[in-house]
Antibody, heavy 120, light 106 residues
Framework: EVQLLESGGGLVQPGGSLRLSCAAS????????MNWVRQAPGKGLEWVSG????????YYADSVKGRFTISRDNSKNTVYLQMNSLRAEDTALYYC?????????????WGRGTLVTVSS | EIVLTQSPATLSLSPGERASLSCRAS??????LAWYQQKPGQAPRLLIY???NRATGIPARFSGSGSGTDFTLTISSLEPEDFAVYYC????????FGPGTKVDIK
């Protein structure tokens, strides 16, 4: 079955860190770029970060640049998001999203999301 | 950064009616625009890419048009399952999403 399964969310204090994981199945993982998109409670969608199929190119939204790091392990069909220096405004449901190609920047497969709450 | 605006914020229609949703970009995105549908408690679903191409499995009642800065998503005849929030997204400069249009039942 073609699917993405996120994990790693939770409650963290401001300034803390979390690492999100997204396990992929059902497609040739390293053929596709992967992305993280977040949605704050009751709000719209915000693209956060993307990584090419090989992992050689990474991209970040200005709001997370310097704090978040995206990576992937193609041997494990998994993409990660390391989130440091977390702020209250990072509170959101974080979706893992598959690109339609390698850096086409359209997203045709989404996970169910993992919730990150930043609060003291 | 390319900013997308969507109008209206809410569209109240009845099943069977035609829906027209607008997305405007702060600068030209050529035809690099997608539309997504999101229902409560669900992840977004890709409907249209490159302004007018339906994604795999998307019914023909969904169509997209436009180029440059002005785009439209049209649902020719609303089905009960089409009541949802719709987002546009540009890929001209990384990816940004519009704020969404909620299509609800009148």
């Amino acid at each position: 079955e073609v699917q993405l399964l996120e994990s790693g969310g939770g409650l963290v204090q401001p300034g803390g860190s979390l690492r999100l994981s997204c396990a992929a199945s059902g497609f040739t993982f390293d053929d596709y770029a992967m992305n993280w998109v977040r949605q704050a409670p009751g709000k719209g969608l915000e693209w956060v970060s993307g990584i090419s199929g090989s992992g050689g190119r990474t991209y970040y939204a200005d709001s997370v640049k310097g704090r978040f790091t995206i990576s992937r392990d193609n041997s494990k069909n998994t993409v990660y998001l390391q989130m440091n220096s977390l702020r209250a405004e990072d509170t959101a449901l974080y979706y893992c999203a598959k690109d339609v190609l390698n850096m086409a920047w359209y997203f045709d497969l989404w996970g169910r999301g993992t919730l990150v709450t930043v609060s003291s | 950064e390319i900013v997308l605006t969507q109008s209206p914020a809410t569209l109240s229609l009845s099943p069977g009616e035609r829906a027209s949703l607008s997305c405007r970009a702060s600068q030209s995105v050529s035809s690099y625009l997608a539309w997504y549908q999101q229902k409560p408690g669900q992840a977004p679903r890709l409907l249209i890419y490159d302004a007018s191409n339906r994604a795999t499995g998307i019914p023909a009642r969904f169509s997209g048009s436009g180029s440059g800065t002005d785009f439209t998503l049209t649902i020719s005849s609303l089905e009960p399952e089409d009541f949802a929030v719709y987002y546009c997204q540009q890929r001209r400069d990384y990816a940004t999403f519009g704020p969404g249009t909620k299509v609800d039942i009148k």
